[in-house]
């Protein structure tokens, strides 16, 4: 049925235009074969794709752009797709991340100097699904994600194999001599074989768990294969569905309020999510002018166990997630347990209480439940503070080793993960297994971009000795498919002069995470007379995105996001082009 609403919109500001600049709006877009009627004041529904080949994750978003088109045809409104920035991870150097703030920027400009009155969002990879809500946030019109579902599950000589996850693996297998490089050849294509995010439980999948927990996409959205016809249908109903949330005026800021971050964070800790959340909802409620802070991420999650066995830390993959039943029947349990705010509105305009109340899980080894968890409350992702990290530091426990998460061990100091790929294959590197590897100058404004190097590799004569595991300490990230004893994140930065620019090669620190502790054992007075001696870096850009990164970019706390970016500017119409 089509759903006609004669209140003016946005979009008649363009297309209900009389005279030279009506004229202008409509005839340019009849170029395209589009007849007079769409222009008769109908929603207008622009799609952002982050479609691109540079981007594999998201390749196939075309196709599920066709799909929205469809569902808001059927309503009487009027689809137009537009490109926004592909925040690929896989080929973008330094990072993706760099680019998150971007992407944010262009979304938020694209949708409000466009005749749009809602937009629907697909995203994929990791740093497009953050990147489109933050941009969608701060233009406040409605708003409906669809992210593009993961890849089937990795199939390598009869074994399930994850994205990212076996990577690491892998990496680990040939210097071990356990794989030739002819294998690692095949395993590519095996890992990889069909459209779609990565499937294990790493950014990506994360985030889409966190769209969805945040009310931003349809129940049980995360997790369809991405080749799987459901994904196209459930694309098909949010293009319809964005037609209605249009005419009821529902919007990013009633959808997202502290009250769905407090969802999306117990969420998080029950799918056993990425670090990486961390910093996306923190940048994206920035935007909404929610208070959220890190702390929250560790009160919050401390009584959740983690319910979903998938990888990193656990045995399973998205497809499974999926065919068990997906993120509605986690819903469901952490309703059942009182850990979900049951009455917060989604985009279907329900409560997302009433969108769970039927899910029911099918395979109940990988989504297990709150009585008997795959892993207990308390041993997820922790936050730290202490004297090297005085605004605080993350750890995942769960895809760290339980007898490291208390060690005291001697500093081995790197200034750059070159610094440290540069040694780590030495036979005779001076490293012995309770060492503790720094890696500094990664962080937001010291890369720049905040890359995922902070699980750098065990080194190469440690692995061969049996050693599978190290503390680590950086101020960058971690993949969300890593895992490892790494504590990142670390705040301030050394760029900035954190105390993690302090600490030198044969100090020891102490990793306590049971008291949410990361100290140097060193002096007041001498972390002080150390500060007075340190120097920031000779700025490295004066000019280009680089410079402005450099300049506006906010520390992890702060979710990363530029100064000037924070918070909305509202969907204003702005003034005539011509
Ligand atoms: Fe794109 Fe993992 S690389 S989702
Ligand atoms: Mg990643």
């Known amino acids: 049925m089509a759903v006609k609403n004669l209140t003016p919109r946005r979009s008649h500001a363009w297309f209900g ?32 794709t982050t479609w691109s080949e540079l981007a594999p994750c998201n390749a196939h978003l075309h196709r599920v752009a066709e799909a929205v088109k469809r569902g808001v045809w059927q309503m009487g409104a009027f689809p137009l797709e537009f490109p926004a920035l592909a925040t690929g991870e896989t080929l973008m150097r330094p990072t993706a991340m760099f680019y998150r703030n971007l992407l944010a920027m262009e979304s938020e400009e694209l949708i409000r100097s466009n005749p749009l009155d809602g937009v629907v969002l697909l995203s994929g990879c990791d740093k497009t699904t953050p990147g489109l809500l933050m941009g969608a946030a701060s233009v406040d019109i409605p708003a409906i994600m669809v992210t593009g579902g993961p890849m089937l599950n990795g199939k390598y000589k009869g074994q399930d194999v994850g994205s990212g996850t076996h990577v690491w693996k892998f990496e680990e297998d040939l210097k071990t001599g356990v794989m030739t490089e002819a294998d690692l050849t095949y395993a590519e294509g095996c890992m990889s074989r069909s459209n779609g995010h990565c499937m294990t439980m790493g950014t990506a999948s994360t985030m889409a768990c966190m769209a969805e927990a945040l009310g931003m996409q349809l129940p049980g959205s995360a997790t369809w294969p991405a080749v799987d016809a459901r994904r196209y249908e459930t694309a098909e109903r949010a293009g319809k569905r964005i037609v209605e949330l249009v005419n009821e005026d529902l919007r990013p800021s009633q959808i997202m309020t502290r009250a769905a971050f407090e969802n999306a964070i117990r969420t998080n800790a029950a799918i056993g999510g990425s670090t990486n959340a961390i910093i996306h909802l923190l940048a994206i409620a920035g935007r909404l002018g929610v208070e959220l802070e890190l702390n929250d991420f560790d009160e919050l999650a401390r009584p959740i166990p983690t319910l979903v066995d998938l990888m990193p830390s656990g045995r399973f993959l998205m497809e499974d997630f999926c065919y068990a039943g997906g993120l509605p029947v986690v819903h469901k349990e952490l309703a059942d347990a009182g850990f979900l705010h049951t009455e917060q509105i989604t985009v279907t305009g329900q409560s997302i209480g009433a969108n769970v109340a039927d899910a029911e899980c099918w395979n109940s080894e990988v989504i297990r439940t709150f009585t008997e968890p795959y892993q207990d409350a308390g041993t997820g992702t922790a936050i730290l503070h202490g004297n090297l990290a005085p605004n605080g530091a993350v750890i995942k426990q769960s895809a760290a080793t339980p007898e490291l998460l208390q060690h005291t061990g001697r500093a081995l100091v790197f200034d750059s993960p070159e610094e440290y790929h540069a040694v780590c294959d030495d036979p005779d590197m001076d490293v012995d297994p309770s060492d503790v590897l720094v890696i500094r100058y990664a962080g937001p404004k010291g890369y720049p971009g905040m890359p995922e190097v902070s699980n750098v590799p065990i080194p190469t004569k440690l692995l061969k000795a049996g050693v599978t595991d190290m503390v680590r300490i950086c101020d960058g990230r971690m993949s969300g498919t890593g895992y490892g004893t790494v504590v990142l994140h670390v705040a301030p930065e050394a760029a900035l002069g954190g105390p993690l620019a302090l600490v030198r090669t044969g100090d020891t620190v102490t990793l306590d995470v049971a008291a949410r502790s990361i100290m140097m054992n060193v002096s007041d007075e001498e972390i002080e007379r150390r500060r007075a001696a340190w120097k920031p870096k000779d700025p490295e850009y004066t000019s280009g995105y680089a410079w402005l990164y450099v300049e506006h970019v906010l520390q992890a706390p702060q979710g990363a996001d530029f100064d000037f970016l924070q918070g909305s500017r509202g969907h204003k119409v702005p003034r005539e082009s011509h």
Not at 23 to 46: E, T
């Open 17 to 48: 235009a009389t005279g030279r600049s009506g004229m202008a709006h409509r005839s340019w877009m009849r170029n395209q074969g589009f007849g007079p009627d769409v222009f008769d004041g109908r929603p207008v529904i622009g799609i952002a």
